[in-house]
């Protein structure tokens, strides 16, 4: 098992490529299924996730061809012989997002058997929003040994329109219901709809495709659907979260320094991400398409609260706790989009961090310096949190798991050494 070894208090100094958005990328993998003709797909990231999401594509019959086979950031997606309408437990349980197939496939094909997800363990994220949803569209939905077995209510040829007004806001469950609808007959309206980007990103790849869709970027979507959809061609947005953690890396190194050019990045999708650390004392500059952030000083504590777009995202909680643990001050953290998101406290409290948790909320005393430990990664994002911690902690940090890392960043360490980071991969 792979681990990474950082030893930390290297200026950081350069310029980082971000990726493509894995949030935006598995939605968009799966909307290849609505159409017979290929999809080609650009700025693709490299992650074990889309590397999953690829393999329970390619089960069902779809075909995958990288045009430049030792670039996996452009390919091509043939849906045209799909033979088994099926996501089997096997390859699910490694990722949640694999219930994404279950709109399309239903839509495309009228049928479908989808294994109930798996996947990381921040919190319960339950699918009864997207089978609610599918159901108010008609579709005769049941459960049957962990499998959603789906299909045309009695007597349809196709979903059918309808008004949905979801519990909570959920992006998969938006994403679900919007790939569902642009092949039913009549409207669809989706009330509370989630307005993250990467929702944005899968509706405009889906325009592209012949859909007929209204509201794109709002909590209200209005879908007319068609009866077929047709190939396209689209560039996956800009990843945000990856973009924020290495401003993050940045942030941290305060006194020590860091002077960090991110290209390929969308600041437009950051807003709430770059007011907190222009509190916290990070200078930033951005362009249509960079972001430039510089720091020569210990970062200030910086207090928020998670919640949907476009708020404070959870998926930023961890870094940004990681450089308020050796900030000036105090902080105060809410979590209020998963009930489990605080794993990574206790390894953070490993390298010398003071945090203390009171239910969803955790209040952070920053320290002078942390100390390199062995740590263990347990979710995504907390992972990314301690690879952070490791580059200002004093001494040797190793990183445990990191398969953790590998779902959601590409080639994060490599990325990080290249800009000075004393960071590498060990076996």
């Excluded at 200026?11 to 299924?33: F, H, R, T, V, Y």
């Excluded at 995958?64 to 699910?92: G, M, N, Q």
């Excluded at 997207?130 to 009695?154: D, N, P, R, T, V």
């Amino acid at each position: 098992m792979d681990k990474l070894r950082i030893l930390g208090g290297q200026a950081l100094a350069g310029e980082i490529q971000i990726a493509g958005a894995k949030n935006a990328a598995l939605p968009i993998l799966c909307a290849a299924l609505l159409t017979d003709q290929p999809v080609q797909l650009s700025n693709l990231p490299d992650l074990q996730d889309v590397r999953t999401i690829l393999k329970i594509l390619m089960q069902m019959g779809l075909k995958v061809t990288f045009p430049k086979p030792d670039d996996r950031s452009v390919v091509i997606l043939d849906a045209s012989d799909i033979h088994t309408p099926e996501a089997s437990y096997e390859l699910v349980k490694t990722m949640r997002a694999s219930i994404l197939v279950l709109g399309p496939l239903l839509a495309r094909f009228g049928r479908a058997k989808v294994s109930l997800p798996g996947g990381c363990a921040i919190g319960a994220r339950p699918v009864d929003q997207h089978i609610k949803g599918l159901k108010a569209m008609g579709a005769a939905i049941s459960i049957e040994h962990g499998y959603i077995q789906a299909s045309f209510g009695e007597g349809h040829k196709a979903l059918q329109g309808a008004k949905i007004v979801t519990d909570m806001i959920t992006v998969t469950g938006t994403e679900n219901l919007l790939m569902a609808a642009v092949l039913a007959q009549g409207k669809t309206v989706l009330e509370n709809a989630a307005r993250e980007p990467e929702v944005t990103d899968l509706a405009e790849l889906l325009v592209k495709m012949g859909a007929k869709i209204s509201g794109i970027g709002t909590d209200k979507l209005v879908i007319e659907g068609v009866a077929k959809l047709h190939g396209a061609q689209h560039a996956v947005i800009a990843d945000r979260i990856e973009t924020g953690t290495f401003m993050c890396a940045a942030a941290i190194m305060g006194e020590t320094g860091a002077d960090l050019l991110l290209k390929n990045a969308r600041p437009d999708t950051l807003d709430a991400v770059i007011e907190k650390l222009r509190e916290a004392g990070l200078s930033i500059k951005t362009g249509d398409n960079w972001i430039h952030v510089q720091i020569k000083q210990r970062p200030k504590a910086v207090s928020f609260r998670t919640s949907e777009y476009p708020a404070f995202p959870t998926d930023m909680q961890a870094q940004f706790m990681a450089m308020n643990a050796i900030a000036q001050g105090s902080s105060r953290v809410t979590e209020t989009i998963f009930e489990n998101r605080f794993m990574h406290v206790q390894e953070l409290n490993r390298l010398g961090a003071q945090i203390a948790i009171e239910g969803n909320t955790a209040m952070t005393e920053g320290v002078n310096h942390l100390s390199g430990a062995i740590v263990m990664a347990t979710d995504l994002r907390a992972s990314a949190s301690l690879v952070i911690a490791g580059l200002a902690a004093q001494g040797e940090t190793i990183v445990d798991r990191i398969y953790h890392l590998d779902r959601g960043y590409d080639r994060m360490e490599r990325k990080l050494a290249a800009v000075g980071a004393n960071i590498s991969r060990i076996q």
